[in-house]
């Protein structure tokens, strides 16, 4: 299996030496790094992440993730998470590609696949599952599109409904097949952060979002917590933090960036602020601006 990914390693260097979040292959990124990186918060939109060397750590919620060239992780919602590069050196980078979850591709396949046993559904929307020599196949022929590009209108979609399968096989599957369900609890969850995505500068009507995942209010904190790892107010306020740390980016007075994002007052964004990013909005601010451009986190 080292030989696969040594291979699949020169092809993503060979199309890059930083990261890529768009390539000529439609959902799929790429990157590499040489150095091991700061913390960087982020949105994780609905992936499947594959490490190809080095080593990546991510905090979601409560719950601490790592993952390198043996395992592979998912992430089929929508979750502020915090990622750092942990393994990378000059002789040795990080190499890392990526494919955004299509959920209809997922649906359609699930179509055509035989009913799944009764096993427990999953609780959690996303994890880290060890990879198989047959997925890692199947992911290097989506990556050797990237030296024929004239192929890949008619040859990725295959490729990638492949991948798409070998996951299904994997310990990520049981996940998979939640999502890719209209009815199911992670569905449901995927609804309301859908919302709360949409208005997090606005007050949380619970006994709406439990409607919207048709589940009493108990039931709607515990599914959630589950899936997440992090509370409908803990998500709420990640949110909230990170849209105003991108607009002190660009100079925003503090306070001004607290209320814009839906916070009453402006002592307590600052604790909470200081609490997630490490230091003051002002001072994280000025920090920011003084230094070098962020990594990008979700990669």
């Known amino acids: 299996m080292q030989d696969l990914l040594d291979r699949m390693c020169r092809r993503v260097r060979h199309h890059t030496d930083g990261m890529q979040l768009e390539t000529a292959i439609p959902r799929v990124a790429i990157g590499v790094s040489d150095v091991s990186h700061v913390p960087v918060a982020s949105v994780y939109e609905p992936m499947i992440c594959m490490v190809l060397q080095g080593a990546k750590q991510v905090m979601i919620g409560d719950q601490l993730l790592r993952y390198d060239a043996a395992s592979c992780f998912v992430a089929s919602l929508e979750l502020p998470a915090t990622g750092c590069v942990i393994e990378a050196s000059r002789d040795a980078p990080y190499v890392v590609t990526a494919l955004a979850l299509d959920r209809n591709a997922l649906s359609d396949l699930l179509a055509d696949l035989p009913a799944a046993s009764s096993a427990a559904a999953p609780s959690t929307g996303f994890g880290v599952a060890p990879v198989t020599p047959l ?12 030296d024929t590009p004239a192929d890949i209108p008619f040859l990725a979609p295959a490729r990638e409904r492949e991948i798409l399968y070998r996951l299904l096989q994997s310990g990520h599957g049981p996940m998979l097949r939640q999502i890719a369900r209209d009815d199911s609890r992670l569905s449901r969850i995927r609804r309301v952060i859908d919302w709360i995505r949409r208005h997090f500068d606005q007050a949380l009507p619970v006994g709406m979002l439990a409607d919207i995942a048709g589940m009493s209010i108990p039931s709607f904190h515990r599914h959630f917590k589950a899936a997440t790892a992090m509370s409908p107010l803990q998500y709420q306020k990640t949110l909230r933090l990170q849209a105003a740390r991108r607009m002190l980016a660009t100079s925003t007075d503090a306070a001004k ?5 839906g916070y009453e007052s402006a002592s307590q964004f600052s604790r909470e602020y200081a609490r997630l990013f490490g230091a003051p909005p002002s001072r994280d601010s000025v920090a920011r601006q003084a230094g070098s451009p962020e990594p990008v986190g979700a990669i």
């Open 135 to 146: 997925l890692l196949e199947a992911w290097d022929q989506l990556l050797a599109l990237l």
């Open 257 to 261: 960036a607290a209320y814009a994002v």
